[in-house]
């Protein structure tokens, strides 16, 4: 097993060094743009230099925010040569979201595309940040200097969205990522030189990540899609002969209402690893596309956690179970106290083993809280059956989950208490049919304010998805002794009656 990421471009390149490593398919562009694994160590040595000589160091920080193109992980790896962390911008995020992030992690670099360089330059005045560059300005005049990583270096400062507040910054080391690689590669779904992977998610996220990682181990070839495109997905997967992929939120229901095609079962799919697979469209899918589906559980905090295995596999479709722990994880379901439960009761699923987040980047406080006892603890509910399943309940967090984005409430109401009219907000989940959950918000007005209006203003604070679908303007909200907003009471009833629907552009 490599010990850091820089071992695996390496391993990788002397292995199968004329092999396709990645291919990116940008649909939207009609674009492709294939490279070796040879490829991938040459660009990241060159990045790496050029990097250096930008005054890139050992413990720097360096925000990237770019669409998928091939600069992104390149960037990612070559930081990893240089003993730097990334720190990945969304590019949904605008001012006050991006701006946290930027601020936050003290990235004293920001390498981007010419699309978002004049955003990353707004926000930098009174941050770390010295200098915006676009990858077309990134050359080097000479060789990269020599660092040798250790297992526990940070590769990232990743930020999710948590319990409450603004983004928090995972800070992962290269244990993390190879941790979860050699796993992918040695357990369950054994991925290996033989296998086409793809990933359809912004490389934003870990998701895309952990893919390059997996790949660089096993040598298979991972395909990227510019984003997930529903009509154009299982073409893709046809004509880039790929045998195994992983999806999350929204997309098997959005695949799912695809058109039926001849075409469906006509792939080299083995196998396909999803999150939160709805239960009453497990069966449907594999019968859709004659492959299994198997569910599984991750955070960024902790990598890859639970997941079903083909010995369960038709035991368990359409159950909601998660799967067992992974060959690296401990799980229990605990109580407030963080003492186990009897098996079948629900309780909080804590979570400890090799390969987890060092800590919450400047957040001590979070950290402890989220590490106390010696487990993190996941704010899931969730039970265990008595052969070691788990099985997935609901969440303790104030968080709204909208096509597999994680929304924190807190978030967006400090965004709302911006605009000069607003003197009161809470934002809360409605349950949706197709994205899972919509946003709410209920305000509190100081003078008239149309709802529209209201929703552009987040529009430029906030990334599009974190944005209300429905309003309620109150004259107070509810508020508990210790002055905190009642949020059960305004879960109460029907939360859309009497709400403005941005989507359908009425009141309802």
Request: glycine share 8%; aromatic share 8%.
């Amino acid at each position: 097993m490599s010990t850091h990421l820089v071992e695996l471009v390496t391993t990788a390149a002397e292995t199968w060094p004329d092999e396709p490593a990645w291919v990116f398919d940008d649909t939207t562009a009609g674009a492709r743009e294939t490279l070796t694994f040879a490829e991938v160590d040459r660009r990241t040595r060159q990045l790496a230099a050029a990097l250096a000589e930008r005054g890139v160091t050992a413990g720097d920080r360096v925000a990237v925010m770019l669409p998928n193109r091939p600069e992104f992980p390149l960037l990612w790896l070559a930081l990893a040569r240089l003993g730097a962390a990334m720190v990945p911008v969304n590019t949904g995020y605008r001012e006050l979201d991006g701006g946290h992030v930027i601020a936050h992690s003290g990235a004293t670099l920001a390498v981007t595309s010419g699309e978002f360089a004049d955003l990353l330059r707004t926000v930098a005045p009174g941050t770390a940040l010295r200098e915006v560059l676009t990858t077309d300005e990134l050359t080097a005049t000479g060789p990269a200097p020599e660092f040798t990583p250790t297992p526990e270096t940070p590769t990232n400062i990743q930020y999710t969205s948590g319990t409450t507040g603004a983004p928090k910054g995972c800070v992962l080391p290269h244990r993390y990522w190879t941790t979860l690689a050699d796993d992918l590669a040695t357990e369950f779904p054994a991925v290996s030189s033989d296998d086409v992977m793809l990933t359809a998610q912004p490389f934003h996220y870990i998701d895309p990540q952990w893919n390059v990682a997996l790949g660089l181990r096993s040598g298979a070839t991972l395909v990227v899609l510019d984003r997930f495109h529903p009509s154009t997905f299982w073409q893709k997967v046809r004509d880039h002969d790929v045998t195994w992929f992983y999806c999350l939120g929204l997309m098997p229901t959005l695949l799912l209402r695809m058109p039926e095609s001849p075409a469906d079962r006509d792939h080299r799919v083995r196998a396909i690893t999803a999150s939160a697979v709805p239960p009453e469209l497990h069966a449907e899918l594999e019968a859709r596309w004659g492959v299994p589906w198997y569910e599984a559980f991750g955070m960024t905090e902790t990598g890859g956690d639970i997941r079903m295995y083909p010995r369960d596999h038709d035991e368990l479709v359409g159950t909601g179970c998660i799967g067992r722990p992974a060959a690296h994880r401990e799980v229990i379901v605990a109580d407030s106290d963080g003492t186990p439960v009897p098996r079948g009761a629900e309780g909080e699923l804590l979570i400890r083993g090799t390969g987890l987040m060092h800590r919450y980047h400047d957040d001590p406080e979070a950290t402890a809280t989220a590490f106390r006892g010696g487990w993190f603890h996941t704010g899931d509910l969730a039970r265990m059956d008595e052969a070691g399943r788990v099985f997935f309940v609901g969440r303790t967090k104030d968080m709204i989950r909208r096509s597999g984005e994680n929304i924190a409430a807190d978030e967006v109401e400090r965004a709302l208490l911006l605009h000069p009219a607003v003197t009161g907000a809470a934002v809360v989940a409605v349950a949706d049919e197709l994205r899972g959950e919509e946003v709410k918000a209920y305000v509190v007005l100081a003078e008239d304010v149309d709802p529209e209006a209201l929703a552009e203003f987040c529009e430029a604070k906030l990334a599009r998805f974190k944005v209300p679908r429905f309003w309620s303007v109150v004259d107070e909200l509810p508020m508990t002794p210790s002055e905190r907003v009642a949020k059960g009471k305004l879960r109460e009833g029907d939360q859309r009656a009497g709400a403005y629907d941005r989507k359908a552009g009425t009141w309802l």
